[in-house]
């Protein structure tokens, strides 16, 4: 197995022999001399850390372990305070990136990157995309690519010195389009939001695309569910590979390898922790809580301890592709999407994305609480390619029911499961990007 190219990039960084294990104490002073350098930088020229850090003493921290004892920052303080966080002059920024949050009020995110750091993202892009890649391929980008800034057109741009042609066709509105697309053209490579690519895998007219004419499959943005890895190697032939990323790490935080099983990470760039989200204390590797990163080399606007609110641990035993790297695995949510169902138990789209995407014929769905007489209600619309089929809804059903936190919860009482109904019509485009469970507890009901 082809061993990650972050193994090699980084031992490159580290001037050591690319072909044998990374001496993992140099790569974490290399990160605390960033990590140093980051703090000194933000303390002197960012109003927001100036405040925050005024009564700490300035010294260089010793150690990784001493970033602890630094407080979080957190997607409020962005929303609130992002110029502030600044490091840098406005006029040295070259993009800004707002992200409008569906649900909440108030002003928006913004994210500012100077031309330095936009570049680096690229570069990491070039390198996770690379081994999967010859001059000459084509490769079909279904992100969003409108702005500047926006994921597809910086990909697109980064993908050049490869020698590749990038057709960005955007997201996906209509699949039966992207098959036809795949089906007459050679597309070598396929960039895509996860439950977008299902969407065109599970098209009547898949067939027309011939099997191992796309090599590889990059997926983004979203939760990956397992069927869809594995219907990606049936269909066509092909890895799956899960990217990690956020616009708050400048898009790109880490990537899969040849052996799918976690994200190894751009250390020289990021340093990861993972806390418990309630106490705040680190957590040892293996133990699932909220992923928070420091950005290392940012001037234009350092991140210092922010909170991502994605779940996932950290692995720290050797990757099966031969890399002693430490990775952090496959996202298990967000935190804010894991709702409460009663008698301890919690809900989110993981679960019902990896009971409900193994039946075959389901294309998306639709997940609602409400409340009724204090007890939770949990409504599923489906969207399939068969229609409102009795079987397939029974069998949803019974998917459902066989989820331990349902299952536990409807014993308990605390939740009813009303039957699963079709959609009618194809669910919005938005439904198929960030999805979520769709809370409506709290809303007076007729
Ligand atoms: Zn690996």
């Not at 936009?118 to 001059?135: E, I, K, N, S, V």
């Not at 050049?160 to 036809?180: A, K, S, Y």
């Not at 969407?199 to 943005?221: A, Q």
């Not at 089929?389 to 308990?412: F, K, M, N």
Request: hydrophobic share 40%; net charge negative; proline share 7%.
């Amino acid at each position: 197995m082809q061993i990650s190219p972050l193994h090699t990039w980084i031992a490159a960084e580290l001037d050591q022999d690319p072909n044998s294990d990374l001496d993992l104490v140099a790569l974490r002073a290399l990160q605390l001399e960033r990590l140093n350098r980051t703090l000194a930088h933000a303390s002197a020229n960012s109003p927001f850390y100036q405040n925050r850090f005024q009564n700490r003493q300035r010294r260089p921290l010793d150690s990784l372990q001493g970033l602890t004892e630094l407080p979080f920052t957190s997607a409020d303080d962005l929303r609130q305070q992002g110029l502030q966080m600044l490091g840098v002059s406005q006029s040295a920024i070259e993009r800004v990136v707002t992200l409008e949050s569906s649900g909440t009020t108030g002003p928006a995110k913004r994210l500012y990157f100077t031309g330095e750091e936009l570049a680096r993202t690229q570069a990491f892009f070039r390198l996770g995309m690379g081994p999967y890649l010859d001059p000459g391929d084509r490769v079909l980008i279904l992100l969003p690519g409108e702005l500047p800034a926006s994921a597809g057109n910086l990909l697109a741009t980064a993908l050049q010195p490869l020698g590749v042609d990038c057709q960005i066709e955007g997201i996906v509105i209509d699949p039966g389009r992207c098959v036809t697309l795949l089906a007459e053209e050679d597309f070598d490579c396929v960039v895509g939001i996860p439950v977008q690519v299902l969407s065109v895998l599970r098209h009547p007219n898949v067939l027309t695309i011939p099997r191992d004419r796309i090599k590889s499959v990059f997926l983004t943005s979203d939760y990956v569910p397992s069927a869809l890895v594995k219907e990606i190697d049936k269909r066509w032939g092909c890895p799956a590979i899960n990217h990690y990323g956020m616009t708050e790490m400048a898009l790109t935080g880490g990537v899969e390898c040849r052996a799918l099983y976690g994200y190894h990470l751009r250390e020289p760039h990021l340093y990861f922790e993972v806390i418990d989200p309630v106490n705040g204390r680190t957590l040892p590797a293996g133990e699932t809580g909220e992923v928070v990163v420091t950005t290392l080399t940012r001037k234009g606007l350092p991140l210092i301890r922010y909170r991502t609110g994605d779940l996932a641990s950290l692995i720290d035993e050797p990757c099966p592709c031969g890399s002693n790297l430490p990775r952090l695995s496959k996202l298990q949510g967000r935190i804010a999407q894991r709702m409460n169902i009663g008698a301890g138990q919690q809900l989110g789209i993981p679960q019902l994305d990896e009971a409900l995407f193994a039946l075959p014929e389901l294309l998306n769905y639709e997940a609602v609480l409400t409340a009724k007489n204090g007890i939770n209600c949990l409504t599923l619309s489906i969207e399939s390619t068969t229609g409102a089929q009795q079987d397939l809804l029974a069998e949803v059903d019974g998917c459902l029911r066989d989820l331990p936190a349902i299952s536990t919860a409807l014993a308990a009482g605390t939740l009813c499961l009303p039957a699963t109904r079709s959609c009618g019509k194809p669910l919005p485009v938005s439904a198929t990007i960030k999805r979520s469970i769709i809370d409506r507890r709290k809303e007076q009901l007729p």
